[in-house]
């Protein structure tokens, strides 16, 4: 890879002809190497996001299972985060009854909760954990505050991964020639 002090150089003198040692295919090399390493460190980062959120879920189900150990109300939320197909997800789900019927009788079920905003805005409505006991409204909150701050994160590496992807589309086509 070349050094960024080499490019430096190179950019405010210039090259002379009797300079031959940087070349165009190196520093399209140099590119797709930095490329790729900035590639990793997006991963990197989506995936702390990921874990950070997965924590925070592991906590509220400690501290729920707490707070009915010592005689709450019945919890009716639950949560979960997980990663499909490169997206994160911390949802909210409100508990329901068992089933009265059918193969599935005595099953407990939860339906999941829309989240109610526009894609790009990382926050469950307050009025989504307006019928839960005080307990769980409290916590609940101060739970979905930092998932949408992992949400948030996420969703921006998104669209550094997105322009990645077209910036390294820009620069193969900047280097076709010199290959």
């Not at 599935?104 to 905003?117: E, H, V």
Request: glycine share 6%.
């Amino acid at each position: 890879m070349v050094r960024t002090e080499e490019l430096r150089r190179v950019t405010e003198e210039g090259s002379s002809s009797g300079d031959n040692a940087l070349k165009l295919p190196d520093i399209g090399a140099s590119s797709t190497t930095a490329i790729q390493q900035l590639e990793k460190l997006l991963e990197h980062e989506f995936y702390a996001a990921a874990a950070h959120a997965r924590l925070i879920c592991d906590a509220y189900w400690s501290n729920m299972q707490d707070e009915l150990a010592s005689g709450a109300e019945d919890a009716t939320l639950q949560t979960r985060v997980r990663v499909i197909d490169g997206t994160l997800q911390a949802v909210w789900m409100r508990a329901t009854g068992p089933a009265r019927s059918g193969p599935s009788k005595g099953r407990y079920y939860a339906k999941q909760l829309p989240k109610g905003t526009a894609s790009n805005n990382p926050n469950y409505s307050k009025a989504t954990f307006t019928r839960c006991p005080s307990w769980e409204k409290e916590l609940a909150e101060y739970v979905e505050g930092h998932y949408a701050k992992q949400r948030e994160r996420a969703m921006l590496l998104t669209q550094m991964r997105r322009l990645m992807r077209r910036y390294k589309k820009v620069v193969d086509q900047s280097y076709e020639d010199y290959k």
